[in-house]
C-alpha cells in the first residue's frame, strides 16, 4: 500500500516537472522540430485524455471495488443515446444549419 501511496503523492509534480524540462528542451534545440512536427499530430487527441488520467489517479480517493455499474446507470445511458439520435435526426430532417 505504500507503493500506491507513493505514487500516488508524486505523481503530479513529477509530470509537472518533467513536463516543464521536456518543454524547455525543445524550445531551446532547433535540432528537435522535426521531432515535435511528428509527435504533434500523435500526442494532441490524446493529450487531454492522458491529463485527466493523470489528475484522476492523483486525487482519487474512490474505492476502484466499489465502482460496479448499476441498472439505473443503464437507463440514464439509454435516455441519453435516445436523445441525441432524436435531436440529431430533427437535424437533419429539417436542415437546421449552426
Known sequence: MKVVRFLKDWTLPVSI????IIYFVFVEIPALEPVSDWFTPLSRPILPSFMFLILFT???KVDFKKLRPVKWQLWVAIQQ????????GM???FHIQG
Not at 516537472?17 to 516543464?20: D, M, S, T
Not at 443515446?81 to 440529431?88: E, Q
Open 17 to 20: 516537472a518533467l513536463g516543464i
Open 58 to 60: 492523483v486525487f482519487c
Open 81 to 88: 443515446v435516445v436523445f441525441v439520435l432524436l435531436i440529431v
Open 91 to 93: 437535424i437533419l430532417v
